[in-house]
């Protein structure tokens, strides 16, 4: 099972100074031990904003604690909802005028 949590959250995460947000799984793979060492190396390279925290290996069964930082979405704007008017006619006759300008400058 997968949980995310925070990603929405108006609270901040607890840190001890600047810090990435992150979420953080865990992962099993099975393979011999040198798939399973690869495997954390393709991690690392196909997914830049993943790291590898923890590896765990036992006969062929791998564990991977993975954390993928992402950037926060802003909440202030979500929640923000801002209206689109029509066009007055007013403004689509200034439309019509600048067209018309443009016609004729070519």
Same mark, same amino acid.
């Given at each position: 099972s997968?949980?995310? @949590?925070?990603i929405y959250s108006k609270d901040k995460p $607890?840190?001890? @100074?600047?810090?990435?947000?992150?979420?953080?799984?865990?992962? $099993?793979?099975? @393979?011999?031990s040198k798939n399973l060492i690869k495997f954390s190396d393709e991690l690392?390279?196909?997914l830049?904003?993943?790291e590898v925290k923890k590896m765990g290996t036992?006969?062929?069964r @791998?564990? =991977?604690e993975v954390n993928?930082? =992402?950037?926060? =979405?802003?909440?202030? !704007?979500? !929640?923000?909802?801002e209206v689109v008017?029509?066009?007055?006619p007013a403004q689509i006759n200034l439309l019509k005028t600048l067209e018309e300008w443009l016609k004729n400058s070519k």
């Open positions: 997968l949980k995310l @949590g925070n $607890e840190t001890a @100074g600047p810090k990435t947000p992150s979420v953080s799984i865990i992962m $099993e793979a099975t @393979g011999d690392h390279k196909t830049p904003l993943a036992a006969q062929s @791998g564990t =991977y993928f930082f =992402y950037k926060p =979405y802003n909440l202030n !704007a979500l !929640a923000r909802q008017n029509s066009i007055s």
